[in-house]
């Protein structure tokens, strides 16, 4: 079946740094994959949505300078979280639906970001 | 704008016993609803699709109605276990083409011995 690899699975960094989290799609080509944010106990928010060679498209309320995308191979996206402070902890989770499957959504196990 | 709601937020149930999850959603041009189990911690795991053109599907222990006129679909799960443990999600996709999830405010559930 459609396996989406995530990583790294926690990351702990600095307020000021960068951090960059890759989503990889192990077995299934995707033009497009969906990131997610996830505060504790509550569902999950989408903040955008990553095209294969074009500019993502963000959710309302997302900024674009500090969560910047990256969708260069249909494989991967990366999401860098830019000039980190500590309101930007929390879990991120990626997806992306393969096409040739039951057009299901596939998750990776999420990125737990806690920011010092 | 499509909102997703999942009830009961919480649930205990002793093991073994078979169990109803509702999810509810306002706009019924959907495309599918997904439902998800979610480990605390960890990613989603995909359980049951259901196309808007279904009724229901069954996997195992596991069996997902849809009323799309209603904007309701259930997930029943039968005889309970302690591995059942975990937060269930609901997820809509819109109709129309739309590649957008909308998910459910989830349902804890935990399985006691």
């Known amino acids: 079946g459609a396996v989406v690899s995530q990583h790294p699975s926690r990351v702990i960094c600095k307020s000021g740094t960068s951090v960059k989290i890759e989503c990889r799609s192990l077995?299934?080509?995707?033009?497009?994959m969906f990131w997610y944010r996830q505060f504790p106990k509550q569902s999950l928010m989408l903040m955008a949505t990553?095209?294969?060679?074009?500019?993502?498209?963000?959710e309302q309320g997302v900024e674009k300078d500090k969560f910047l995308i990256n969708h260069a191979s249909l494989t991967l996206s990366t999401l860098t979280v830019t000039s980190a402070h500590p309101e930007d902890s929390s879990f991120y989770i990626c997806?992306?639906?393969?096409?040739?499957?039951?057009?299901?959504?596939?998750f990776g196990s999420g990125t737990r970001l806690t920011v010092v | 704008k499509q909102e997703v709601t999942q009830i009961p937020a919480a649930l205990s149930v002793p093991e073994g016993e078979n169990l109803v999850l509702n999810c509810s959603f306002t706009?019924?041009?959907?495309?599918?609803l997904q439902w998800f189990r979610q480990d605390p911690g960890k990613g989603l795991t995909s359980l049951l699709l259901?196309?808007?053109?279904?009724r229901e599907q069954t996997s195992g222990r596991l069996n997902a109605s849809l009323d799309k006129s209603s904007g309701r679909s259930t997930l029943y799960i039968a005889a309970s276990q302690p591995g059942d443990s975990a937060t269930y999600l609901c997820?809509?996709?819109?109709?129309?083409?739309?590649?957008?999830?909308?998910f459910g405010t989830g349902t804890q559930l935990k399985v006691e011995l």
């Open positions: 997820a809509v996709r819109r109709g129309g083409g739309g590649n957008k999830l909308t």
């Open positions: 990553s095209n294969e060679g074009s500019k993502a498209t963000y």
């Open positions: 259901i196309q808007s053109s279904q």
């Open positions: 706009d019924s041009a959907i495309y599918n």
């Open positions: 997806s992306a639906r393969d096409r040739g499957g039951p057009y299901g959504y596939t």
């Open positions: 077995d299934f080509q995707a033009t497009t």
